[in-house]
């Protein structure tokens, strides 16, 4: 397989994932601005719609959406435990989960980058961030991870779109539950791995 991914994106969050399964794959990284990846070629010819992750599978299938793929992924080793089985209730909730890091927190984060946008719609913008940067707080305070005492791909998620806080001097540590569950998460050895080879590829652009 191969992962084509951008330091620092939200292909962190397949990244870790894959890890955390201990799959092969070669990591592709792709300049985002150019749609190119690193051996040149047109990103658009794998993703049509340019953004990361994208994931090649060994029969040729491309797969993208960074919640499909990492379902995807936890399919393939189930009794990793990384997802609850497929037509379980538990799986629902991890559906609700990761539409809920999708849509509230990723997209939350969004526009922050654009540098373009004014000041009022950025404080507008960061302030129903962070009104659900509580509501994960709330969640995060009655258990380890987001589905209970199991690490699960959600969190992987979670994790990926918590490190772009530092990006706009949003203090976790306002949040304790937060806080602890970036530590937490970041400590597992399949982060750190991917934290450090993306350090490493950013660093050899």
Known sequence: MKLYFAPGACSL????VLRELGLPFDLVKVDLAAKKTANGEDFKAINPRGYVPALKLDNGQVLTEGPAIVQYLADQKPEQKLAPANGTFERSRLHEALNFVSTEIHKGFSPLFNSALPTEAREIFTAKLITRLGNVNDMLG????????????????????????????????????????????????????????????????
């Not at 969050?13 to 870790?16: D, L, V």
């Not at 991870?145 to 699960?152: D, I, P, V, Y």
């Open 142 to 205: 009655k258990s380890d991870f987001l589905l209970g005492s199991q690490f699960s791909v959600a969190d992987a998620y979670l994790f990926t779109v918590l490190t772009w806080a530092k990006h706009f001097a949003i203090d976790l540590h306002q949040w304790p539950a937060i806080a602890k569950f970036v530590e937490r998460v970041g400590a597992r050895p399949a982060v750190k791995a991917a934290l450090e080879a993306e350090a490493a590829a950013k660093k050899a652009a």
């Open 13 to 16: 969050s397949p990244h870790i």
